[in-house]
């Protein structure tokens, strides 16, 4: 009886460890693909694969885990290591034009993760998650940039969500590929 204890307890130690160190990997991905941005001449947002790597954590670690891996590198940036596009930091960066994209991209996840956790093995659901989820971000950006940059709403969403359609429906498709490969591979190691 004792040792099955120690066994159930050895067990629970080794898969919160693993849920750790899970959340610090995309946590990393994110704060190593994050930076990497292309700007845009008719845009004050550039392009960045933060999205795409919140697609992954999700379809990874599942809603919960994966917004608190968005959220650790958000904390990250936010007291000043530069992680944000452009590797950029701190609080001038979330409180400027581009920061409600930022902000919105934990919209973005908790409702991706959502559907993904709830009909991962149906694809339509996903994907429908996936643009709903965009879109709310996108949402939330635009009207933030467009109060910070005075821009009108209309202004704000052909700078910030236009340009951006085809390279974020082709990340959604990319993860929709790639992630639950990856989070087949994970739950038969016990990772997951």
Excluded: H
Aim: charged fraction near 5%.
């Amino acid at each position: 009886m004792e040792s099955s204890i120690k066994s159930n307890q050895t067990v629970n130690t080794n898969k919160k460890t693993s849920t750790i160190a899970l959340i610090g990997v995309m946590a990393a991905v994110t704060c190593i693909l994050g930076p990497m941005s292309i700007p845009l001449p008719i845009s004050p947002v550039p392009i960045s694969l933060t999205n795409f790597v919140i697609y992954m954590a999700i379809y990874v670690l599942g809603m919960k885990k994966g917004t608190i891996s968005y959220l650790i590198y958000l904390l990250i940036g936010f007291i000043g290591i530069p992680v944000f596009s452009a590797f950029t930091s701190g609080p001038a960066k979330l409180l400027g034009p581009t920061g409600g994209y930022l902000i919105g991209f934990v919209f973005m996840a908790l409702i991706c993760g959502f559907f993904i956790d709830q009909w991962c093995s149906k694809m339509y659901m996903c994907f429908i998650g996936m643009v709903i989820g965009t879109a709310v971000c996108y949402l939330f950006g635009t009207v933030w940039l467009a109060y910070q940059a005075g821009m009108s709403f209309g202004a704000a969403l052909a700078a910030g969500v236009i340009p951006f359609l085809p390279g974020d429906l082709a990340k959604i498709v990319i993860a929709m590929i790639i992630g639950p490969q990856i989070r087949r591979r994970l739950a038969s190691a016990g990772l997951n």
